[in-house]
């Protein structure tokens, strides 16, 4: 089946540092991922939209300059959490599907540590 | 907007013992419902959906039935196990999102089975 990997599963890092973490579809190709962003005892909630050659889309209320998404192949979608702070420190899940799939593969999730 | 709300854990439960998650969900229009699972350290896998009112989900012992009069999705398993224990989200998508994977989450239930 369908495998979504992402890397790094943990990160600690110091406030004012930038964080990338990568979302790589592993058997299949993935046009668009999903970044999704988890607090303690909440819901999942959507960050942006990635689009494999384009721009990604964003929710609102999500920093664009703050969460840089680049989704430069079509099995790999990159997070990059420019100049962290300690409110960043959270879980953040990516998924995404094969074409004409309707089912979302999620990754493991990578937990952001911000001291 | 849409929204899920589900039962908070954790959850602890001896071995066959019966199982319950309530789920419920506000949305416009017919969403698809669907419950997740998240066993530790992996990402989080479909366990069950479904795509209309009175469908029944089901699978590995899992049920929920969409209830469109309660608004529910409420997940049951007549006898769990040690290797269910796990966090179980229970989740929407509905029509008109833009993208038909894009979900609503629930905060997510913990769930201990203890041997």
């Known amino acids: 089946g369908a495998v979504v990997s992402q890397h790094p599963s943990r990160v600690i890092c110091k406030s004012g540092t930038s964080v990338k973490i990568e979302c790589r579809s592993l058997?299949?190709?993935?046009?668009?991922m999903f970044w999704y962003r988890q607090f303690p005892k909440k819901s999942l909630m959507l960050m942006a939209t990635s689009n494999e050659g384009s721009k990604a889309t964003y929710e609102q209320g999500v920093e664009k300059d703050k969460f840089l998404i680049n989704h430069a192949s079509l099995t790999l979608s990159t997070l990059t959490v420019t100049s962290a702070h300690p409110e960043d420190s959270s879980f953040y899940i990516c998924s995404a599907s094969p074409s004409g799939a309707n089912v979302l593969t999620f990754g493991a999730g990578s937990r952001l540590t911000v001291l | 907007g849409d929204s899920v709300t589900q039962m908070e854990g954790p959850v602890t439960l001896s071995e066959e013992a019966f199982l319950t998650i309530n789920c419920t969900y506000t949305a416009t229009g017919y969403p698809s419902l669907f419950w997740y699972v998240q066993y530790p350290g992996e990402g989080l896998q479909l366990l069950l959906k479904?795509?209309?009112?009175?469908d029944k989900g089901s699978n590995k012992g899992f049920e929920a039935t969409y209830r469109k009069e309660t608004t529910s999705f409420h997940l049951e398993k007549g006898s769990v196990q040690v290797s269910d224990s796990a966090v179980y989200f229970c989740?929407?998508?509905?029509?008109?999102?833009?993208?038909?994977?894009?979900?609503?989450f629930g905060s997510g239930t913990q769930l201990t089975v203890l041997p």
């Open positions: 479904a795509t209309k009112a009175d």
């Open positions: 058997d299949f190709q993935a046009t668009t």
């Open positions: 989740a929407l998508n509905s029509p008109g999102m833009g993208s038909a994977r894009q979900l609503t």
